[in-house]
């Protein structure tokens, strides 16, 4: 088993919301909103696209682990920004979302990414585990796709998820938008390393140096390879559940607004 490193990652780029730092041929992209458990906002969205590009360019860079700063990975959208003050008109901007290629699923040079979980992956947080290309998960881990609790379609999260953990548990946690804890997605293979709490990222650079072992080219065809089974069955579920047109119901206001008011939501399925 190779040594950690002791030295700490070099800063390269500091985001508004998230860091890009490289420690050798590895690199680490932290999301930095600890004190909203590095919620999605629009910031966030822009910059992670902006730390991904640069890990793609990034010569120096052979494999990259993407962590989350303070008690979680990273906790879904953020309900008041994304959701709640917006217009019909981004919602519905909101509702169809990122292309089916999400974060990762378009590439030049496609090197491999590590998921480095603890604490929560919700909806925009499990997305980012299953489009890395191999998750280390803390016990303390839990996985969901809330968007089903938020009144919106979580198709294409569901297909990223199934494409590697086909199961009734796939289905279990779309339909009922319920947590799921990454002992169970261990067992089902969503996750490849399940770890003491807090040891997330040291294993995560363990399995990165297994990467670096490989002939770069080789790991970089595997990496292009596998991303391509979630990317059109992404669009699949797309072409099924935009047509619902979800973000315009009342039950999609009421999930929000309930949220944010701390109470129970009150649906009447229209």
Not at 160 to 183: C, Q, R, W
Not at 247 to 253: G, W
Request: charged residues 25%; glycine residues 6%.
């Amino acid at each position: 088993m190779p040594e950690t490193p002791t030295e700490e990652p070099k800063v390269i780029t500091e985001y508004e919301t998230m860091m890009y730092k490289r420690r050798g041929k590895v690199a680490y992209i932290m999301f930095n909103r600890p004190q909203a458990l590095n919620a999605v906002n629009d910031q966030f969205e822009e910059d992670l696209h902006s730390a991904l590009l640069e890990f793609d360019l990034d010569d120096e860079a052979w494999v990259a682990i993407v962590h989350g700063a303070g008690r979680s990975f990273c906790a879904g959208a953020d309900i008041k920004q994304r959701f709640v003050a917006m217009t019909p008109e981004q919602s519905a901007r909101r509702e169809r979302g990122p292309n089916p290629e999400g974060y990762m699923g378009r590439s030049i040079n496609w090197k491999p990414v590590i998921a480095a979980v603890h604490g929560y992956a919700l909806g925009a947080g499990i997305v980012i585990a299953a489009e890395s290309d191999m998750i280390v998960a803390s016990e303390d881990a839990k996985f969901g796709i809330t968007e089903t609790r938020r009144g919106l379609p979580g198709g294409r999260i569901w297909a990223k998820v199934n494409a590697f953990m086909p199961s009734k548990i796939a289905s279990e946690m779309v339909i009922t938008g319920e947590h799921i804890d990454a002992a169970e997605l261990y067992r089902l293979g969503l996750v490849n390393r399940l770890v003491p709490t807090g040891e997330h990222v040291r294993v995560a650079e363990e399995l990165a140096e297994k990467v670096l072992k490989s002939p770069p080219l080789a790991t970089r065809a595997a990496v292009k390879l596998t991303r391509r089974q979630w990317v059109q069955t992404g669009a699949e579920a797309d072409m099924q559940m935009l047509p619902l047109k979800l973000h315009l119901t009342e039950d999609f206001k009421e999930a929000s607004q309930s949220f944010v008011e701390k109470r129970a939501p009150e649906y009447h399925a229209r």
